[in-house]
């Protein structure tokens, strides 16, 4: 059963970065479309991007392109989202999820998640 596991969430001045981590384990990352969702207070759960494991296709949201980057390490099964350029609407709960191999930024297309990481971004 695939299991993912997000870190790397913290506390950054605007204008910082950070770099989130999502690990997968129990099931090689190959065949799935990794996504990267956030959720702030109050707000519905939105997608910020997501990457085909398989042949590196990427998407973003028209709010994060330029200054977040999602990228696939195989080998070690893991999709990072390097986030610059930080801003304090960024904040939420960033989550990692799996999907089949046409998931786009819809949360309905992803069968698998972690726990999230929470990412604040306050001077």
């Known amino acids: 059963q695939l299991q993912l596991v997000e870190s790397g969430g913290g506390l950054v001045q605007p204008g910082g970065s950070l770099r989130l981590s999502c690990a997968a384990s129990g099931l090689a990352l190959d065949y799935y479309v990794i996504g990267w969702f956030r959720q702030a207070p109050g707000k519905e759960r939105e997608g910020v991007s997501r990457?085909?494991?398989?042949?590196?296709?990427?998407v973003y949201a028209d709010s994060v392109k330029g200054r977040f980057t999602i990228h696939r390490d195989n080998a070690k099964n893991t999709v990072y989202l390097q986030m610059n350029m930080l801003k304090p609407e960024d904040t939420a709960v960033y989550y990692c999820?799996?999907?089949?191999?046409?998931?786009?930024?819809?949360?309905?297309?992803?069968?698998?998640w972690g726990q999230g990481t929470q990412v604040t971004v306050s001077s």
């Open positions: 999820a799996a999907g089949g191999p046409g998931a786009g930024l819809l949360a309905t297309a992803y069968h698998a």
């Open positions: 990457i085909s494991t398989r042949n590196g296709r990427t």
